[in-house]
Protein backbone atom coordinates (compact mmCIF):
# COMPACT_ATOMS: atom_id res chain seq x y z
CA UNK A 1 0.00 0.00 0.00
CA UNK A 2 2.82 2.39 0.91
CA UNK A 3 4.87 1.73 -2.66
CA UNK A 4 1.58 2.44 -4.22
CA UNK A 5 0.81 5.82 -2.47
CA UNK A 6 4.90 6.78 -3.18
CA UNK A 7 4.24 6.11 -7.07
CA UNK A 8 0.66 8.03 -7.12
CA UNK A 9 2.54 11.19 -5.06
CA UNK A 10 5.34 10.80 -7.80
CA UNK A 11 3.04 10.95 -10.54
CA UNK A 12 1.49 13.93 -9.70
CA UNK A 13 5.35 15.70 -8.50
CA UNK A 14 5.84 15.13 -12.00
CA UNK A 15 2.61 16.30 -13.61
CA UNK A 16 2.81 19.69 -11.88
CA UNK A 17 6.51 20.49 -12.75
CA UNK A 18 6.60 18.69 -15.79
CA UNK A 19 4.01 19.36 -17.89
CA UNK A 20 2.88 17.11 -20.87
CA UNK A 21 4.20 19.26 -23.34
CA UNK A 22 7.95 18.95 -22.48
CA UNK A 23 7.13 14.81 -21.40
CA UNK A 24 5.94 14.68 -24.96
CA UNK A 25 8.59 16.99 -26.54
CA UNK A 26 9.22 15.55 -30.59
CA UNK A 27 13.10 14.92 -31.12
CA UNK A 28 14.83 15.44 -34.50
CA UNK A 29 18.11 14.73 -36.03
CA UNK A 30 19.70 17.24 -38.26
CA UNK A 31 20.91 15.73 -41.69
CA UNK A 32 24.37 17.86 -41.69
CA UNK A 33 25.58 16.83 -38.26
CA UNK A 34 23.28 14.30 -36.56
CA UNK A 35 22.60 16.96 -33.75
CA UNK A 36 20.10 15.95 -31.73
CA UNK A 37 17.31 19.33 -30.93
CA UNK A 38 14.13 19.05 -29.14
CA UNK A 39 11.03 21.13 -29.92
CA UNK A 40 10.43 22.71 -26.77
CA UNK A 41 7.16 25.22 -26.13
CA UNK A 42 8.85 27.95 -25.26
CA UNK A 43 7.67 31.67 -26.64
CA UNK A 44 9.50 34.07 -28.60
CA UNK A 45 9.57 37.29 -28.23
CA UNK A 46 10.97 39.24 -30.74
CA UNK A 47 10.78 43.42 -32.05
CA UNK A 48 10.89 44.31 -35.32
CA UNK A 49 11.88 47.65 -36.73
CA UNK A 50 10.23 48.66 -40.30
CA UNK A 51 10.80 52.09 -42.17
CA UNK A 52 8.23 54.31 -42.27
CA UNK A 53 6.49 54.38 -45.02
CA UNK A 54 5.08 57.87 -45.35
CA UNK A 55 5.91 61.38 -43.56
CA UNK A 56 3.74 60.91 -40.99
CA UNK A 57 4.62 58.14 -39.54
CA UNK A 58 8.06 59.83 -39.42
CA UNK A 59 6.09 62.98 -37.90
CA UNK A 60 4.54 60.25 -35.02
CA UNK A 61 8.49 59.28 -34.14
CA UNK A 62 9.71 62.38 -33.48
CA UNK A 63 6.83 63.94 -32.09
CA UNK A 64 7.29 60.34 -29.75
CA UNK A 65 10.74 61.40 -29.20
CA UNK A 66 10.47 64.19 -28.38
CA UNK A 67 7.69 64.06 -25.78
CA UNK A 68 9.95 61.25 -24.31
CA UNK A 69 12.64 64.25 -24.05
CA UNK A 70 10.40 66.56 -22.50
CA UNK A 71 9.52 63.70 -19.64
CA UNK A 72 13.48 63.56 -19.34
CA UNK A 73 14.22 66.83 -18.88
CA UNK A 74 10.60 67.72 -16.49
CA UNK A 75 12.32 68.85 -13.46
CA UNK A 76 15.02 71.05 -14.81
CA UNK A 77 11.58 72.75 -16.55
CA UNK A 78 10.50 72.53 -13.29
CA UNK A 79 13.79 74.25 -11.36
CA UNK A 80 13.84 76.96 -14.10
CA UNK A 81 10.30 78.69 -15.49
CA UNK A 82 8.67 78.16 -11.90
CA UNK A 83 9.52 79.77 -8.77
CA UNK A 84 11.55 76.92 -6.70
CA UNK A 85 14.40 78.55 -8.22
CA UNK A 86 14.65 81.41 -6.08
CA UNK A 87 13.21 79.17 -2.89
CA UNK A 88 15.43 76.48 -3.17
CA UNK A 89 18.61 79.24 -2.92
CA UNK A 90 17.54 81.11 -0.20
CA UNK A 91 16.74 78.30 1.71
CA UNK A 92 20.24 77.33 1.08
CA UNK A 93 21.11 80.53 2.13
CA UNK A 94 19.57 80.81 5.55
CA UNK A 95 20.66 77.72 6.31
CA UNK A 96 24.49 78.58 5.67
CA UNK A 97 23.51 81.89 7.78
CA UNK A 98 22.63 79.70 10.69
CA UNK A 99 25.54 77.49 10.11
CA UNK A 100 23.73 74.35 9.90
CA UNK A 101 25.07 72.38 7.20
CA UNK A 102 22.66 68.74 7.86
CA UNK A 103 19.69 70.53 9.66
CA UNK A 104 17.06 70.57 8.39
CA UNK A 105 18.01 68.04 6.42
CA UNK A 106 18.08 68.46 2.47
CA UNK A 107 14.95 66.81 1.44
CA UNK A 108 12.59 68.55 4.33
CA UNK A 109 14.45 71.71 2.75
CA UNK A 110 13.75 71.07 -1.41
CA UNK A 111 10.12 69.28 -0.23
CA UNK A 112 8.98 72.45 1.59
CA UNK A 113 10.50 74.19 -1.73
CA UNK A 114 8.36 72.20 -3.59
CA UNK A 115 5.21 72.55 -1.76
CA UNK A 116 5.69 76.31 -1.91
CA UNK A 117 6.38 76.62 -5.40
CA UNK A 118 2.69 74.92 -5.55
CA UNK A 119 1.03 77.34 -3.46
CA UNK A 120 2.89 80.07 -5.62
CA UNK A 121 2.30 78.32 -9.02
CA UNK A 122 -1.22 77.02 -8.19
CA UNK A 123 -3.04 79.87 -10.64
CA UNK A 124 -0.61 79.43 -13.23
CA UNK A 125 -0.91 75.88 -13.08
CA UNK A 126 -4.97 76.03 -13.30
CA UNK A 127 -4.47 78.46 -15.98
CA UNK A 128 -2.47 75.57 -17.86
CA UNK A 129 -4.94 72.89 -17.30
CA UNK A 130 -8.23 74.43 -17.97
CA UNK A 131 -6.52 76.15 -21.24
CA UNK A 132 -4.24 73.33 -22.29
CA UNK A 133 -4.58 70.17 -21.23
CA UNK A 134 -8.21 69.29 -20.59
CA UNK A 135 -8.93 71.23 -24.25
CA UNK A 136 -6.35 68.20 -25.54
CA UNK A 137 -7.96 65.04 -23.47
CA UNK A 138 -11.40 66.31 -24.60
CA UNK A 139 -10.04 66.87 -28.42
CA UNK A 140 -11.03 69.77 -29.09
CA UNK A 141 -7.11 71.42 -29.88
CA UNK A 142 -4.55 69.86 -31.41
CA UNK A 143 -0.93 69.08 -29.80
CA UNK A 144 0.49 72.44 -31.25
CA UNK A 145 -2.28 74.41 -29.70
CA UNK A 146 -1.91 72.74 -26.34
CA UNK A 147 1.75 73.25 -26.29
CA UNK A 148 0.59 77.35 -27.24
CA UNK A 149 -1.94 77.43 -24.67
CA UNK A 150 -0.06 75.74 -21.71
CA UNK A 151 3.52 78.34 -22.76
CA UNK A 152 1.59 81.41 -22.34
CA UNK A 153 0.57 81.21 -18.81
CA UNK A 154 4.13 80.24 -17.96
CA UNK A 155 5.26 83.16 -19.75
CA UNK A 156 3.32 85.62 -18.11
CA UNK A 157 4.58 84.58 -14.63
CA UNK A 158 7.83 84.87 -15.82
CA UNK A 159 7.58 88.25 -17.26
CA UNK A 160 5.16 89.61 -13.97
CA UNK A 161 8.64 88.34 -11.96
CA UNK A 162 10.95 90.07 -14.16
CA UNK A 163 8.98 93.76 -13.94
CA UNK A 164 10.42 96.12 -15.66
CA UNK A 165 14.06 94.38 -14.91
CA UNK A 166 14.81 94.12 -19.12
CA UNK A 167 18.52 93.62 -18.39
CA UNK A 168 18.55 90.03 -18.85
CA UNK A 169 16.25 90.10 -21.92
CA UNK A 170 18.31 92.92 -23.35
CA UNK A 171 21.35 90.70 -22.81
CA UNK A 172 20.16 87.36 -24.51
CA UNK A 173 18.86 89.56 -27.29
CA UNK A 174 22.21 91.35 -28.15
CA UNK A 175 23.92 87.90 -28.05
CA UNK A 176 21.93 86.46 -30.93
CA UNK A 177 21.25 90.05 -32.94
CA UNK A 178 17.79 90.24 -32.55
CA UNK A 179 15.97 93.01 -33.21
CA UNK A 180 15.03 95.16 -30.21
CA UNK A 181 11.14 93.92 -29.50
CA UNK A 182 8.45 95.98 -28.87
CA UNK A 183 5.94 93.69 -26.88
CA UNK A 184 6.46 90.80 -24.40
CA UNK A 185 5.17 88.83 -27.57
CA UNK A 186 8.31 89.74 -29.45
CA UNK A 187 10.44 88.17 -26.95
CA UNK A 188 11.29 84.32 -27.81
CA UNK A 189 10.71 81.65 -25.42
CA UNK A 190 14.68 80.58 -25.91
CA UNK A 191 15.52 84.12 -24.57
CA UNK A 192 13.24 84.45 -22.01
CA UNK A 193 14.14 81.23 -20.02
CA UNK A 194 17.81 82.13 -19.41
CA UNK A 195 16.33 85.88 -18.65
CA UNK A 196 14.46 84.49 -16.07
CA UNK A 197 16.85 82.57 -14.43
CA UNK A 198 19.60 85.37 -14.46
CA UNK A 199 17.17 87.58 -12.63
CA UNK A 200 15.66 84.90 -10.24
CA UNK A 201 19.47 84.11 -9.32
CA UNK A 202 19.87 87.70 -8.56
CA UNK A 203 16.70 88.19 -6.26
CA UNK A 204 17.80 85.36 -4.48
CA UNK A 205 21.49 86.16 -3.70
CA UNK A 206 20.15 89.49 -2.64
CA UNK A 207 17.53 87.76 0.08
CA UNK A 208 20.57 86.09 0.90
CA UNK A 209 22.66 88.82 1.68
CA UNK A 210 19.96 90.47 3.56
CA UNK A 211 19.32 86.88 5.85
CA UNK A 212 23.34 86.97 5.91
CA UNK A 213 23.59 90.75 7.59
CA UNK A 214 22.32 89.87 11.77
CA UNK A 215 23.58 86.30 11.58
CA UNK A 216 27.05 88.12 10.90
CA UNK A 217 26.84 90.57 13.19
CA UNK A 218 26.18 88.14 16.27
CA UNK A 219 29.48 85.91 14.87
CA UNK A 220 31.76 89.04 14.72
CA UNK A 221 29.96 89.88 18.70
CA UNK A 222 30.97 86.01 19.93
CA UNK A 223 33.95 86.41 18.08
CA UNK A 224 35.19 89.86 19.72
CA UNK A 225 34.18 88.24 23.26
CA UNK A 226 36.14 85.32 22.96
CA UNK A 227 38.97 86.89 21.37
CA UNK A 228 38.80 89.65 24.50
CA UNK A 229 38.51 86.62 27.29
CA UNK A 230 41.74 84.87 25.97
CA UNK A 231 39.39 81.92 24.60
CA UNK A 232 41.74 81.71 21.07
CA UNK A 233 41.01 77.96 20.90
CA UNK A 234 37.54 77.71 21.20
CA UNK A 235 35.78 77.34 17.85
CA UNK A 236 33.29 80.80 17.94
CA UNK A 237 30.87 79.23 15.70
CA UNK A 238 30.28 76.60 18.69
CA UNK A 239 29.23 79.61 20.94
CA UNK A 240 27.10 81.48 18.17
CA UNK A 241 25.37 78.96 16.64
CA UNK A 242 22.72 78.22 19.89
CA UNK A 243 22.82 82.24 19.96
CA UNK A 244 21.82 82.60 16.18
CA UNK A 245 19.07 79.49 16.31
CA UNK A 246 17.59 81.39 19.34
CA UNK A 247 17.31 84.92 17.94
CA UNK A 248 15.58 82.40 14.70
CA UNK A 249 13.32 80.89 17.03
CA UNK A 250 11.89 84.07 19.05
CA UNK A 251 11.27 85.85 15.75
CA UNK A 252 9.34 83.15 14.01
CA UNK A 253 12.03 82.93 11.51
CA UNK A 254 10.41 80.38 9.12
CA UNK A 255 7.01 81.78 9.24
CA UNK A 256 8.68 85.51 8.16
CA UNK A 257 10.56 83.68 5.30
CA UNK A 258 8.09 81.77 3.96
CA UNK A 259 5.64 84.94 4.09
CA UNK A 260 8.48 87.40 2.84
CA UNK A 261 9.64 84.51 0.12
CA UNK A 262 5.53 84.30 -1.29
CA UNK A 263 4.89 88.20 -1.42
CA UNK A 264 8.36 88.42 -2.98
CA UNK A 265 6.71 87.15 -6.30
CA UNK A 266 4.14 89.37 -8.39
CA UNK A 267 0.82 86.80 -8.29
Sequence with gaps: MKKITAALLLVVLL???FPAGLLAQSRSTAASGGVT???LP???VGINVSPAQNNGQVTLSVQLLLLLTVLTISPSILILTTAFLRIAIVFDFIRRALSLNT???NQVMMGLALFLTLFIMWPTLTDIYNNSLKPFSDGKIGLTD???NAEKPLRTFMFNQMGNDADSIRLFMSMRSLPKPNTRADVPTFVLIPAFVI???TEAFKIGILLFIPFIIIDMVVSSTLMSMGMIMLPPVMISTPFKLI???LVNGWGL???QLVRSFHI
Design 199 to 201: HEL
Design 146 to 148: MYT
Design 257 to 259: LTE
Design 103 to 105: SPP
Design 42 to 44: IPF
Design 15 to 17: ALF
Design 37 to 39: TSA
Design 247 to 249: LFV
